[in-house]
């Protein structure tokens, strides 16, 4: 009924559907219809003409442009081959099929800054249809960009000095970079990126030049590593980096310090001399000649038994030193030097103690000590403090004491303060003196030094000992008629104690109270006053008795000690009387019959003398010639011997004597 366009509608799907009358039965089917293409359709670009750049870097193969036509034909007929129709140059190719154009060369090395290719299509029908012509072809102008493709190049050195005094605003360097890229590809900037954290250095971006921002201390810092940076203008933009070192020149700006202001050591003394002190040391932070140190000490108290080391500061002695003659030296003059010009010094000052060895032995003030001291003192009394110096230090300077020799048990020392005390009570009477000796030691731990002294302790009396008689009691006999001041007897009473403590005084304290006696006080001689008659008084007692003495013995002590002793005085008879029978004669009468040995008579005689004078002995001196009686000589008992006769005799006659 109508044209049919295969490009309109390509197929044609119809249900067809039979019905017999008006049954409400039918029956259908589905016809399709393809509608077959003809090619009566040329290939048509969508647009005429087409502008792209590329890069003159591209390489070959590189596809700068696609180009596309299209055709309402289907199968063959719309199938669509590319072609360039006209040429300005062999650089591109075209995929037929694809319609890709491609580089098949470089154009970096072409003058030539846009090329025009006119691209036809052409369809595969039969017969093909095509856009030969020049108003059916696709223009395409390819235009040809130089690419950022070279990094700025560094062309100034890494490396640039500067003297540190310099003012601000000073050129420092300048730094150049090249980009062989044109336009703004080529265009540098300059940057610093790190190492200017303090600011100071201020970069001109466009002429590179590197000036100070500030003033600049090497000692502060010595060199700067700045990170700089040449960025291209292109886009995107390339860049390279370099680190510029700066090196700071140095003057002579800084004064040496030493790392100490006051040095502290300390050195043996009695050494060699050549001996090591310290070595000092001072720092500049200059460098170079600037840094560059001298060392020498400066004239003062003591600085010539040291010597230094100009170089290396290093100090050792000239001299033996003596830390009894000097234990510090203060050397305030230590001073260095550096060798810049002009020349910049500085001074410490250094403390040397001396230190100690044992080359001193303890000494004492006197080679001997004598003191006295009295013997009542109480047990833990301090009778001598002692000293001893010692002219060393520390332990080789510290004393202790203790003593040598036998102190009987009576003394004691204490080892720090050297004080003696008595250990127990003193007893002049028991020992008059001691004798002993003290060692002062030093408490040095390597051969310890010692001295001793003798000590010599007078004891000193003290009244506390009675007087005692030599004899208590005393017994004198002196013989009767004895005249007046006749020494009946010598007393002595001895004292322990001594000088006036020990010296007598004699007196008769009872028993004399007819002063028949006297006693000399000072010799102890007692000696009769009055003359003695032994028939009158035979004896001369204690208190007890009028007949005792009691003597007095008193020391000159204050105060005074005294005992007594009991005298007894016995006056000795003289035989200045005969015996006297009791009767001038015994007349006795017996029978001649009484047996021998009878007891015949007994004759009895006394004597007013005493003692062995009144001892009477009786002896028959006549009338008993032929022994007719014995006569007891002790008794005075008469007994019979022989018989007796009265026819023969009728009477004796006896004489009987006492004597």
């Given at each position: 009924?109508?044209?049919?366009?295969?490009?309109?509608?390509?197929?044609?799907?119809?249900?067809?559907?039979?019905?017999?009358?008006?049954?409400?039965?039918?029956?259908?089917?589905?016809?399709?219809?393809?509608?077959?293409?003809?090619?009566?359709?040329?290939?048509?670009?969508l647009?005429?003409?087409?502008?792209?750049?590329?890069s003159?870097?591209?390489?070959?193969?590189?596809?700068?442009?696609?180009?596309?036509?299209?055709?309402k034909?289907?199968?063959?007929?719309?199938?669509?081959?590319?072609?360039?129709?006209?040429?300005?140059?062999?650089?591109?190719?075209?995929?037929?099929s694809?319609?890709?154009?491609?580089?098949?060369?470089?154009?970096?090395?072409?003058?030539?800054?846009?090329?025009?290719?006119?691209?036809?299509?052409?369809?595969?029908?039969?017969?093909?249809?095509?856009?030969?012509?020049?108003?059916?072809?696709?223009?395409?102008?390819?235009?040809?960009?130089?690419?950022?493709?070279?990094?700025?190049?560094?062309?100034?050195?890494?490396l640039?000095?500067?003297?540190?005094?310099?003012?601000?605003?000073?050129?420092?360097?300048?730094?150049?970079?090249?980009?062989?890229?044109?336009?703004?590809?080529?265009?540098?900037?300059?940057?610093?990126?790190?190492?200017?954290?303090?600011?100071?250095?201020?970069?001109?971006?466009?002429?590179?030049?590197?000036?100070?921002?500030?003033?600049?201390?090497?000692?502060?810092?010595?060199?700067?590593?700045?990170?700089?940076?040449?960025?291209?203008?292109?886009?995107?933009?390339?860049?390279?980096?370099?680190?510029?070192?700066?090196?700071?020149?140095?003057?002579?700006?800084?004064?040496?310090?030493?790392?100490?202001?006051?040095?502290?050591?300390?050195?043996?003394?009695?050494q060699?001399?050549?001996?090591?002190?310290?070595?000092?040391?001072?720092?500049?932070?200059?460098?170079?000649?600037?840094?560059?140190?001298?060392?020498?000490?400066?004239?003062?108290?003591?600085?010539?038994?040291?010597?230094?080391n100009?170089?290396?500061?290093?100090?050792?002695?000239?001299?033996?030193?003596?830390?009894e003659?000097?234990?510090?030296?203060?050397?305030?003059?230590?001073?260095?030097?550096?060798?810049?010009?002009?020349?910049?010094?500085?001074?410490?000052?250094?403390?040397?103690?001396?230190?100690?060895?044992?080359?001193h032995?303890?000494?004492?003030?006197?080679t001997?000590?004598?003191?006295?001291?009295?013997?009542?003192?109480?047990?833990?009394?301090?009778?001598?403090?002692?000293?001893?110096?010692?002219?060393?230090?520390?332990?080789?300077?510290e004393?202790?004491?203790?003593?040598?020799?036998?102190?009987?048990?009576?003394f004691?020392?204490?080892?720090?303060?050297?004080?003696?005390?008595?250990?127990?009570?003193?007893?002049?009477?028991?020992?008059?003196?001691?004798?002993?000796r003290v060692?002062?030691?030093?408490?040095?731990?390597?051969?310890?030094?010692?001295?001793?002294?003798?000590?010599?302790?007078?004891?000193?009396?003290?009244?506390?000992?009675?007087?005692?008689?030599?004899?208590?009691?005393?017994?004198a006999?002196?013989?009767?008629?004895?005249?007046?001041?006749?020494?009946?007897?010598?007393?002595?009473?001895?004292?322990?104690?001594?000088g006036?403590?020990?010296?007598?005084?004699?007196?008769?304290?009872?028993?004399?109270?007819?002063?028949?006696?006297?006693?000399?006080?000072?010799r102890?001689?007692?000696?009769?006053?009055?003359?003695?008659?032994?028939?009158?008084?035979?004896?001369?007692?204690?208190?007890?008795?009028?007949?005792?003495?009691?003597?007095?013995?008193?020391?000159?002590?204050?105060?005074?000690?005294?005992?007594?002793?009991?005298?007894?005085?016995?006056v000795?008879?003289?035989?200045d009387?005969?015996?006297?029978?009791?009767?001038?004669?015994?007349?006795?009468?017996?029978?001649?019959?009484?047996?021998?040995?009878?007891?015949?008579?007994?004759?009895?005689?006394?004597?007013?003398?005493?003692?062995?004078?009144?001892?009477i002995?009786?002896?028959?001196?006549?009338?008993?010639?032929?022994?007719?009686?014995?006569?007891?000589?002790?008794?005075?008992?008469?007994?019979?011997?022989?018989?007796?006769?009265?026819?023969?005799?009728?009477?004796?006659t006896?004489?009987?004597?006492?004597?």
């Amino acid at each position: 009924k109508k044209q049919l366009d295969h490009e309109t509608q390509s197929a044609v799907v119809l249900t067809v559907q039979s019905q017999l009358g008006n049954s409400p039965v039918y029956s259908s089917t589905q016809v399709n219809i393809s509608v077959i293409d003809i090619n009566d359709n040329p290939p048509v670009f969508l647009t005429k003409s087409d502008k792209v750049t590329i890069s003159h870097t591209q390489p070959p193969g590189t596809a700068v442009y696609i180009a596309h036509a299209e055709d309402k034909d289907s199968g063959l007929n719309g199938a669509i081959k590319y072609s360039i129709a006209s040429k300005q140059s062999n650089a591109f190719s075209i995929d037929p099929s694809l319609g890709v154009v491609n580089l098949t060369r470089t154009v970096f090395a072409d003058k030539q800054q846009e090329y025009t290719l006119h691209i036809a299509a052409e369809d595969c029908g039969s017969p093909p249809l095509t856009s030969f012509l020049m108003l059916d072809s696709l223009a395409v102008k390819i235009i040809i960009l130089d690419v950022n493709d070279n990094n700025p190049n560094f062309t100034s050195s890494p490396l640039s000095y500067v003297m540190e005094d310099v003012e601000v605003g000073c050129l420092v360097h300048h730094i150049i970079a090249k980009d062989p890229d044109e336009g703004r590809n080529g265009q540098v900037t300059y940057h610093i990126l790190s190492g200017n954290e303090n600011k100071a250095f201020v970069l001109d971006k466009i002429t590179g030049l590197l000036t100070t921002a500030q003033l600049l201390d090497r000692e502060i810092q010595e060199r700067y590593s700045l990170t700089v940076m040449a960025l291209d203008d292109g886009s995107p933009a390339l860049s390279a980096t370099q680190v510029l070192t700066i090196i700071l020149l140095d003057v002579n700006d800084e004064i040496p310090i030493f790392t100490k202001q006051l040095y502290e050591t300390a050195v043996h003394e009695n050494q060699d001399p050549g001996e090591f002190v310290i070595k000092v040391e001072a720092v500049d932070r200059d460098a170079g000649l600037n840094s560059l140190l001298w060392y020498k000490i400066l004239p003062g108290i003591g600085y010539e038994k040291f010597k230094m080391n100009s170089s290396s500061g290093e100090l050792v002695t000239t001299a033996s030193l003596d830390r009894e003659t000097q234990e510090v030296f203060s050397i305030k003059g230590n001073s260095c030097r550096d060798l810049g010009s002009p020349s910049r010094s500085s001074t410490a000052q250094l403390y040397l103690t001396v230190l100690d060895e044992n080359d001193h032995s303890p000494l004492f003030a006197k080679t001997q000590y004598q003191i006295s001291v009295t013997e009542d003192l109480e047990e833990g009394s301090a009778i001598l403090d002692l000293y001893a110096s010692d002219e060393d230090d520390g332990l080789n300077g510290e004393v202790m004491y203790s003593l040598i020799d036998n102190t009987f048990g009576a003394f004691a020392i204490d080892s720090v303060t050297g004080s003696i005390v008595t250990t127990k009570a003193l007893d002049r009477e028991t020992k008059s003196q001691y004798t002993f000796r003290v060692v002062a030691s030093d408490c040095s731990t390597h051969l310890p030094r010692s001295t001793t002294v003798s000590v010599v302790v007078h004891i000193e009396d003290v009244n506390d000992n009675d007087p005692i008689f030599l004899q208590n009691p005393i017994r004198a006999f002196v013989p009767a008629e004895t005249p007046v001041n006749e020494i009946v007897a010598t007393v002595f009473a001895t004292d322990l104690d001594s000088g006036l403590n020990g010296e007598m005084e004699y007196s008769i304290l009872s028993g004399n109270e007819n002063a028949t006696f006297l006693i000399d006080s000072a010799r102890g001689i007692l000696a009769t006053s009055t003359g003695l008659d032994h028939e009158n008084t035979s004896s001369y007692r204690f208190v007890s008795s009028s007949h005792r003495l009691v003597l007095l013995a008193s020391d000159c002590g204050t105060p005074s000690l005294n005992s007594t002793a009991t005298v007894l005085i016995t006056v000795l008879d003289v035989n200045d009387n005969a015996p006297v029978f009791s009767s001038p004669e015994y007349h006795v009468h017996v029978k001649e019959s009484i047996p021998i040995g009878s007891h015949v008579t007994e004759v009895s005689a006394y004597d007013c003398d005493a003692a062995t004078n009144t001892e009477i002995t009786y002896a028959i001196i006549s009338g008993n010639e032929r022994g007719h009686f014995r006569l007891d000589g002790k008794t005075g008992s008469m007994d019979l011997m022989k018989m007796l006769d009265y026819e023969d005799t009728m009477k004796f006659t006896l004489i009987i004597q006492a004597t």
